[in-house]
T-cell receptor
Framework: KQEVTQIPAALSVPEGENLVLNCSFTDSAIYNLQWFRQDPGKGLTSLLLIQSSQREQTSGRLNASLDKSSGRSTLYIAASQPGDSATYLCAPKGYSTLTFGKGTMLLVSP | GAVVSQHPSRVICKSGTSVKIECRSLDFQATTMFWYRQFPKQSLMLMATSNEGSKATYEQGVEKDKFLINHASLTLSTLTVTSAHPEDSSFYIC??????????????FGPGTRLTVL
């Protein structure tokens, strides 16, 4: 059974900092891995999807990397802004389903 | 991009009543829909997977007679929580995927439904 761990559980930074969110998973037999953003009381917004054959994906200030063999992914956020404050979820995809971590709650203060 | 809606966004009900939550794909055909439950500060837990026109497949530990799922069309799935109790209070989120949207792999998530059972 896939288990996903996200570190840190919470992070508070001043605006402008670059930061890294970590995700590890126990079963490396994945098809892809997604990073999502969840605002309080809201649904999920997909940020990046990395296929198992890829090493990284970039979208604007976000860069996600994947090391499938070691069961790790990182999400790098450059020049953080208060609007980035949210919970970030990592979800590797197995044969048919996504398995979610508990997320990293990010607070970016002005 | 593909949009998934849920209705209602919030519902409060008395213990023992049944509640129906709708999940719709607005601009694509959702051949597969998923229902998740999320407790505070916890990860999303998959409850069941449904393919259009077929019976839902439930995850271990999820009571299929309590959480009735119907995926009768390519744009609508419903989750009915029967005889709801306070421990069923949670945030329920659906997601959907379909062929070529933009890939069959991609799941799009609804905004969620907050259920509170008194």
């Amino acid at each position: 059974k896939q288990e996903v761990t996200q570190i840190p559980a919470a992070l508070s930074v001043p605006e402008g900092e670059n930061l890294v969110l970590n995700c590890s998973f126990t079963d490396s037999a994945i098809y892809n891995l997604q990073w999502f953003r969840q605002d309080p009381g809201k649904g999920l917004t997909s940020l990046l999807l990395i296929q198992s054959s890829q090493r990284e994906q970039t979208s604007g200030r976000l860069n996600a990397s994947l090391d499938k063999s070691s069961g790790r992914s990182t999400l790098y956020i450059a020049a953080s802004q208060p609007g980035d404050s949210a919970t970030y979820l990592c979800a590797p995809k197995g044969y048919s389903t996504l398995t979610f971590g508990k997320g990293t709650m990010l607070l970016v203060s002005p | 991009g593909a949009v998934v809606s849920q209705h209602p966004s919030r519902v409060i009900c008395k213990s023992g009543t049944s509640v129906k939550i709708e999940c719709r794909s607005l601009d694509f055909q959702a051949t597969t829909m998923f229902w998740y439950r999320q407790f505070p500060k916890q990860s999303l837990m998959l409850m069941a997977t449904s393919n259009e026109g077929s019976k839902a497949t439930y995850e271990q530990g999820v009571e299929k007679d309590k959480f009735l799922i119907n995926h009768a069309s390519l744009t609508l799935s419903t989750l009915t929580v029967t005889s709801a109790h306070p421990e069923d209070s949670s945030f329920y989120i659906c997601s959907a995927r379909g062929p070529g949207v933009p890939t069959t792999d991609t799941q799009y998530f609804g905004p969620g439904t907050r259920l509170t059972v008194l």
